[in-house]
């Protein structure tokens, strides 16, 4: 199609043009490079979102508890505390930031009838900055508690969910897949499948969490990392999991907390999957990151190389919890090649461009 056609006098509107040059300029673009391109727009702000949700608000107390630094540009923190108090009515909403953030905004915050905790942040941040979460999310969380929450969404200040149904999809799945009977959880823990990288060893995502409040607390109280590491570049997958780091951390943690005992196996991690956890594709929850490339839609999907970057889905989860078999020798094929790898290129960091 040629872009004189875009143009005819009906169409002579700023947005109009912009737009079909848009789609004229990704058409060429994957003519050339072999690829289909999809777009897709979500609102900046909470006003513009006119979503609504048919299904009745839940009876349980539920409270989202959303931590970490204000996000300033775009008024993007605000806007998305806004939209959650517009669009999960009656929900209670907990923001666990840090002292000296935006005074401005932490009153503008406030008005809303959002409470607002300023925490202290720990001397050490640890690695990838997992005692801040650590400290904010805990807070939070034990916040939410002495308000009565039953249960408890973990999210994060550069995120947003845009689906109206994202607090009762969560409530129903806990109803759907009740704690395995050979454990004490008094409810299994749900992760979007964002950060939960399908060939690391116990790698949990810390992103959007949600469960059981005690289950909540217990899951981000653990001790603080204080460790320093470095990581050498040409490790494993296998030997990076071995680190213990970030989301590996905590999921180890919090195994031996209920007294798992952590195997370092390709099996006993996915049988830890199936049994404590449930694992759900971000895109029920039109999950929007505003960090990392925030355009590309999926950070962790590839199609021409096989990566050990891949995330998990939920139908891998599903195998998990219904034991079917998993094909334990690809696995360790992905686990045993350079972090960032992939097989085509197993020597060499690779990302998805």
Known sequence: MKLSSFLRKENYSIKKITDRALVFFFEKKGGWEGFFYT???RPRYSDMVKRNSVIIKPEEKITIVMQGPIMIKDNFTFETLKLYKKMYSGVDIILSTWKNESPGTIEKIKD?????IENEKPAFAGPYNVNLQIESSKN???RAKHQGAEFAIKTRTDQRMYNPD??????????QYPPDKTTNQKGRLFSINTGVIKYKLYCVGDMMFFGQIDEMIDYWSCLYDMRTLVIPPELTTFEVSRLTIAETYLTVRYLEKIGHEVLWTVEDSWQVYGKYFCIIDQSLFDMFWNKYNSYTEYKSRFYTVNHNYESITYADWLAAYMNRPLNIKQLRVFYNIREGGSLEK????????
């Open 39 to 41: 777009l897709h727009k």
């Open 112 to 116: 809303l009838g959002i409470m607002v």
């Open 166 to 175: 994202s607090v009762n999809l969560f409530l129903m799945l806990h109803y």
């Open 140 to 142: 939070g969380l034990l």
């Open 346 to 353: 197993p020597k060499d960091f690779t990302r998805q461009e």
